[in-house]
């Protein structure tokens, strides 16, 4: 009698995807992502800002609340994503880049009013209202730069506490994220293991069950 060796089922995951189909670039979603933010960043240091300001108020909050408003309205709906478990959402990569566009809209901002001496000190370029966002977001006070007009607090004020809801609640949603892809590789990676090794028990059962014990099998 011949024993036939069950060395437990196929795993066809483990096989990689033969079909005839053009693999996609991996580098693509990532280009589609970062093109955006390229171009923020271009726009920041391009833009004509200087005709914002105190001397056209009305246009330049409105121009402010429509940017705050859609770089807000895409991270409120990243966040829904990532709690509602949305399939083929990739919030590890859109998240940051919006955070990364919020604190380009309140540069832009504290640039246009930089140009009222009694509004900030010590903020000339676009890169000095770069700057001071990022501190300020950072809570890192250096006291080189300091708003001293009431439109400048009113904003800073703003910022802070813009970056205190909107943004902690992007953080702890990414890492929310992270840490359910986290647990979900590794929960594979110990399922896979245990098919394999239990399918190699299963064999070397069976073909110890097929002789007697203390015998001579079957000729």
Do not use: C
């Not at 240091?45 to 200087?50: K, T």
């Not at 709690?83 to 880049?97: F, H, K, S, Y």
Request: hydrophobic letters at 40%; glycine letters at 14%.
């Amino acid at each position: 009698m011949r024993i036939q060796r069950d060395d437990g089922p196929d795993d066809g995951g483990d096989r990689p995807d033969r079909g005839t189909g053009r693999r996609r670039d991996p580098l693509l979603p990532w280009l589609r992502e970062v093109l955006p933010v390229a171009l923020m960043v271009v726009a920041y240091f391009l833009l004509p800002l200087h005709l914002l300001g105190t001397d056209r108020p009305e246009l330049s909050w409105t121009l402010f609340a429509l940017a705050l408003g859609a770089v807000t309205a895409l991270l409120l709906r990243e966040i829904r994503a990532v709690l509602m478990d949305v399939p083929n959402a990739r919030p590890g990569v859109t998240i940051p880049l919006l955070m990364i566009g919020s604190i380009l809209v309140f540069a832009a901002a504290y640039n246009a009013i930089a140009r009222e001496s009694a509004e900030f000190h010590g903020l000339r370029t676009r890169v000095d209202a770069l700057y001071f966002t990022v501190a300020t977001v950072a809570t890192v006070g250096y006291g080189d730069i300091t708003a001293r007009g009431q439109t400048a607090r009113i904003l800073v004020m703003g910022q802070i506490t813009y970056s205190f809801v909107f943004l902690t609640a992007a953080a702890t949603a990414l890492s929310r994220r992270l840490r359910r892809a986290l647990g979900e590789g590794s929960g594979k990676g110990r399922g896979r293991g245990g098919r394999r090794h239990g399918g190699r028990g299963r064999g070397r059962r069976r073909g110890g069950g097929g002789r007697p014990e203390g015998g001579a099998g079957p000729a």
